[in-house]
T-cell receptor, first 112, second 114 residues
């Protein structure tokens, strides 16, 4: 699975959009971009994933560049409850069981 | 739909004791996983299962055993607990297909071995 690079930490004011970048310059054509987050002491939570088109769900939007070498997770209206570590993971969907490799992620702090 | 549930939430063991961490999912997922997370670190895969009766080792299986007698349950057994097994343990499940492989995690079990 391709390696990802994320900033160590970011701050965001409550109510503003949080834009979390991720670089994955060695991504292969059949690898998906997944985003998970981990709120303190809780299990990781799936947010969104995509292959090459932009995706949106009730939690967030995922913008993937045309060359697929980077992506941005957007939380449109961040709240204090969005404070967490956000992980960008690139992996193939092999149709069989495989581990998730969590890097160090981005620690997002949402402030008043 | 409770998702993935784990018991207990917390446990303190003495060196050499044994215990079973319970994991149950009600989403009819075929795949289940056990991870451990040490303080400030990422998750490491201990064992996984692709269906009832089928289990396989992950990257850190030593000191652990698993079984999968039903689709819903995937218990993790610690034999002869050691301080190095102090960690937070997360169970996860997924319904894996070629275009999606989303894992859903339980709340975790925080284990301390003294």
């Amino acid at each position: 699975d391709a390696k990802t690079t994320q900033p160590t930490s970011m701050d965001c004011a409550e109510g503003r959009a949080a834009n979390l970048p991720c670089n994955h310059s060695t991504i292969s054509g059949n690898e998906y971009v997944y985003w998970y987050r981990q709120i303190h002491s809780q299990g990781p939570q799936y947010i969104i994933h995509g292959l090459k088109n932009n995706e949106t769900n009730e939690m967030a939007s995922l913008i993937i560049t045309e060359d697929r070498k980077s992506s941005t997770l957007i939380l449109p209206h961040a709240t204090l409850r969005d404070t967490a570590v956000y992980y960008c993971i690139v992996r193939r969907n092999t149709g069989t069981a495989s581990k998730l490799t969590f890097g160090t992620g981005t620690r997002l702090q949402v402030t008043l | 739909n409770a998702g993935v549930t784990q018991t207990p939430k917390f446990r303190i063991l003495k060196i050499g004791q044994s215990m079973t961490l319970q994991c149950t999912q009600d989403m009819n997922h075929n795949y289940m996983y056990w991870y451990r997370q040490d303080p400030g670190m990422g998750l490491k895969l201990i064992y996984y299962s692709v269906g009832a009766g089928i289990t396989d080792k992950g990257e850190v299986p030593n000191g652990y055993n698993v079984s999968r007698s039903t689709t819903e349950d995937f218990p993790l057994r610690l034999e002869l607990a050691a301080p190095s097994q102090t960690s937070v343990y997360f169970c996860a499940s997924s319904y894996t297909q070629s275009n999606t492989d989303t894992q859903y995690f339980g709340p975790g079990t925080r284990l301390t071995v003294l």
